[in-house]
């Protein structure tokens, strides 16, 4: 990144760029006290400093509430099909290397049918960002239970209580060996943008929980660790794992590579766990990241990882190139006409 994004003035001139230039002309409507607001406008604050002109930055949805994100981006975007915004993100990025392209989600659209579509790109290493905004329900269809809602959730569709195991996004994301995985919560906006900066600076593909409110339908959800800041297990590179009003908890290992929540003056503060988020194995970020499955007491959040890997899109453009030496530009009708054709009629 550099200093701020930068876009074309009357007078042909470069100007700065600010949140406001990222504001579209599109009412908002989302329902009053929803946790997009906050993220939208965390994200539009954010946005010139990435550097580049609004024609070079690119948001891509699904479907569901947080996928109306485009709309009031004043970038170019695309509201698309349900549980596709991965493939198509992946399309657009392969093919256009200078663009920088987002991916807004929902728990439901992105791990109910666009769980495959997810977990393909984050293993290629696609060189997109993707915002999975995670509120354990389905809001737009009005307040039925996702892939992320506790077990023995009550909702519309399940009037008994949900007999479903959640997926934890994280874990998922871990699992799938993403290079990037964070955690944050829409309304910490100085924590939020500090993860969006570090995954925008990550090369490949950047994958963002974000515990978002659903005051409609789910509300409250993430309140131990929203309202509860001692519950806030903050992870920073490097640094011993500690937590609480006064850091006298912490994290530490046990012995078959599981974590565990420890009282700082029962274990010394030599026995916990110092925080790698560069180690090439996924391992113990897993480890981390199973601390809390649901956001019910205290609970990681940060960068669980950040490696690097080689991104699928410079890998295939180099396979492009070699290609284009050896054998020079194809010639498309001589290659369609080729093999075994037919003539119909």
């Not at 991916?103 to 960002?129: E, F, M, Q, Y």
Request: negative net charge.
């Amino acid at each position: 990144m550099t200093g701020g994004a930068r876009g074309e003035g009357n007078g042909g001139g470069l100007i700065q760029l600010t949140a406001k230039d990222f504001k579209s002309d599109q009412e908002v409507r989302w329902c009053p006290g929803c946790g997009d607001y906050a993220i939208l406008a965390a994200v539009q604050g954010f946005m010139p400093e990435l550097g580049l002109p609004r024609e070079r930055i690119v948001f891509i949805s699904g479907i569901g509430c947080a996928a109306r994100f485009p709309y009031y981006m004043q970038t170019y975007g695309m509201h698309s099909i349900h549980g596709r915004a991965p493939a198509i993100a992946t399309g657009l990025s392969v093919s256009r290397p200078d663009l920088s392209v987002w991916v807004v989600t929902g728990d439901g659209d992105a791990l109910s049918i666009g769980g495959n579509h997810l977990i393909h790109a984050l293993r290629r290493n696609v060189n997109v960002k993707i915002l999975l905004f995670n509120n354990q329900i389905y809001g737009l269809t009005k307040g039925q239970y996702s892939p992320t809602s506790e077990a023995g959730k009550v909702t519309k569709s399940t009037p008994m209580g949900s007999i479903d195991h959640p997926f934890n996004p994280v874990s998922i994301a871990l699992g799938a060996e993403a290079t990037f995985v964070a955690r944050t919560i829409d309304t910490d906006k100085k924590h939020l943008t500090a993860v969006l900066r570090k995954a925008a600076l990550h090369r490949g593909t950047a994958f963002v929980e974000i515990y978002q409110n659903c005051n409609i339908y789910n509300d409250g959800a993430f309140d131990a660790v929203r309202e509860q800041r001692e519950n806030r297990i903050l992870l920073e590179h490097g640094m011993p794992i500690r937590f609480g009003a006064d850091g006298e908890r912490g994290v530490a290992q046990r012995a078959d590579g599981t974590c565990e929540l420890v009282e700082v003056a029962a274990v010394g503060e030599g026995a916990l766990l110092r925080h790698d988020e560069h180690a090439v194995e996924p391992a113990l970020a897993f480890a981390l990241s199973r601390l809390a499955h649901t956001p019910h007491g205290p609970t990681p959040i940060g960068v669980f990882r950040d490696v690097e890997r080689p991104v699928y899109d410079e890998v295939m453009q180099a396979q492009l190139d070699a290609a284009t030496a050896q054998r020079g530009h194809g010639d498309l009708a001589a290659l369609i006409g080729s093999g075994d054709t037919w003539q119909i009629g």
